[in-house]
C-alpha cells in the first residue's frame, strides 16, 4: 500500500497500518465495511500484492 513497504506480506502490511492509525485494530462488522476495517485492508494488500 505504498512504494516503501512493496515486497511487504499483506499480513505485516496491515498490521503496520494498524499502528500508523490507519486501519482499525478490530472489525466493527458492520454489514457495508467501513473504510478502516482491517478485513478490508487486508483484502486490499492481498489484491495489490497478487497485482
Known amino acids: 500500500m505504498g512504494k516503501k513497504h512493496a515486497g511487504e506480506e499483506p499480513r505485516a502490511t496491515v498490521r503496520r497500518l494498524m499502528k500508523a ?6 472489525c466493527c462488522r458492520s454489514k457495508s465495511r467501513c473504510k478502516k476495517c482491517p478485513v478490508l485492508a487486508l483484502k486490499k494488500a492481498r489484491a495489490l500484492q497478487a497485482a
Open 21 to 26: 492509525g490507519k486501519v482499525k485494530k478490530k
